[in-house]
């Protein structure tokens, strides 16, 4: 292995820390930190945590850094070579050089990075596939006390209209631009000029057997196709929800100053939490997906930050890359591990013996994603989420609603 002092990583350890590369890139703002339960995590404890998630093995952080060592000495002999072997003049294969000896470990095994600070290098370097299709078991960290509030429930917005979730279709294309300024999702669906939320889910499966699995949907955002009949969305005035969530640098008054206003959300969630049927257990994998699409060819950033009385308890940040479908970029976060304090969080919920008493802790739980652009930093959306207990026989529920200040 190259001097690699932590011994063989099997394939499922491989993976998992190449798809942590992607998540967490490194150096400046880009550099993520994960608050969990007031712990604050570094990069490579974020990627050893990810693969303990993935796979439920263990690698720890000084294992992680050996084996990013290890990798970057290899790459680093590799780069070399090519620059050799590339019809390049001397001066520009010694600033090749010098660019790449400055880079730490992190940065040399990071592809963007190379790509910034090196000549183009053919033929590509290896592309780890993004995820795997099969769950993987996690493990339930230390649990969390619940406790019911007095607080009447959230009951400020209206009910969802009893209907059944829509199937899953494809995106309708938009009309020509000479027949409308405006495409007919925005203003009816989560879009805002640049980025349309197409779907989003939190979810638990169970493996049944070997080949089956059963799944539960706690919340869910299906495709819908608009059309230009339908009415526009509900507005709710943004001030009525500032106190539920964080009011310091980065929150949600500050991001709605910034604008742009047509990128700001509220979506009432009627969670489903009666998941009686299915058996969970430790092999149980609670995950969220969400896919996103734009006209734009862009490199997103998606921050979620669970809020607890508007104070942010647990932030994660993905980055993901488009690919070109039908004439739209499309962006798909799949299958994303749940966080311990949100598997918890349920669980706790779950057993509560009253809906009102669930409700009455939801009434202080919230949830806010904010979607940028990863280069230019610009909000592309921002969705406040707030929840009640679902009482419908269609299970989950949900109602968007536009934020705006008056």
Known sequence: MDGDAEG??????????????????????????LSDEGKMYGRNELIARYIKLRTGKTRTRKQVSSHLQVLARRKSREIQSKLKAMNLDQAS????????????????????????????LSPAPYQPTRFWPAPISVQPGPS?????????????????????????????????PSATAVP?????????????????????????????YSKHLFVHIGQTNPSYS???????????????????????????????????FLVKFWADLNSSGMLDGPGSFYGVSSQYSSMENMTITVSTKV?????????????????????????????????????????????????????SVLENFTILQVVTNRDTQ???????FVFEVSSSEHGAQYHVYRLIKD
């Not at 820390?17 to 967490?24: G, H, K, M, R, S």
């Not at 400055?102 to 183009?120: D, F, R």
């Not at 610009?378 to 406040?384: D, H, K, N, R, S």
């Open 307 to 359: 809020c607890s009385f508007g104070k942010q308890v647990v932030e994660k940040v993905e980055t993901e890359y488009a690919r070109l479908e039908g004439g739209k970029y499309v962006y798909r976060i799949h299958r994303s591990p749940m966080c311990e304090y949100m598997i918890n969080f349920i669980h706790k919920l779950k057993h509560l013996p009253e809906k009102y008493m669930m409700n």
């Open 378 to 384: 610009e909000t592309l959306l921002c969705i406040a």
């Open 144 to 176: 969390q006390d619940i406790k019911p509030f007095v607080q009447p429930p959230y009951s400020a917005l209206p009910g969802p209209v009893q209907q059944p979730i829509p199937a899953y279709e494809p995106l309708a294309p938009p009309p020509a």
């Open 8 to 33: 063989v990583w099997s394939p499922d350890i491989e993976q998992s820390f190449q798809e942590a590369l992607a998540i967490y890139p490194p150096c400046g703002r880009r550099k993520i930190i």
């Open 93 to 120: 294969k010694d600033k090749a050089l010098q660019n790449m000896a400055a880079l730490s470990s992190a940065q040399i095994v990071s592809p963007s990075m190379i790509k910034n600070h090196l000549p183009p």
């Open 230 to 264: 339908d009415p526009l969305l509900e507005a709710v005035e943004i001030r009525q929800i500032y106190d539920k969530f964080p009011e310091k640098k980065g929150g949600l008054k500050e991001l709605y100053e910034k604008g742009p206003q047509n990128a700001f």
């Open 184 to 212: 007919v999702w925005q203003d009816r669906t989560i879009a805002s000029s640049k980025l349309r939320m197409l779907e989003y889910s939190a979810f638990m499966e169970v493996q049944r057997d070997p080949d089956n």
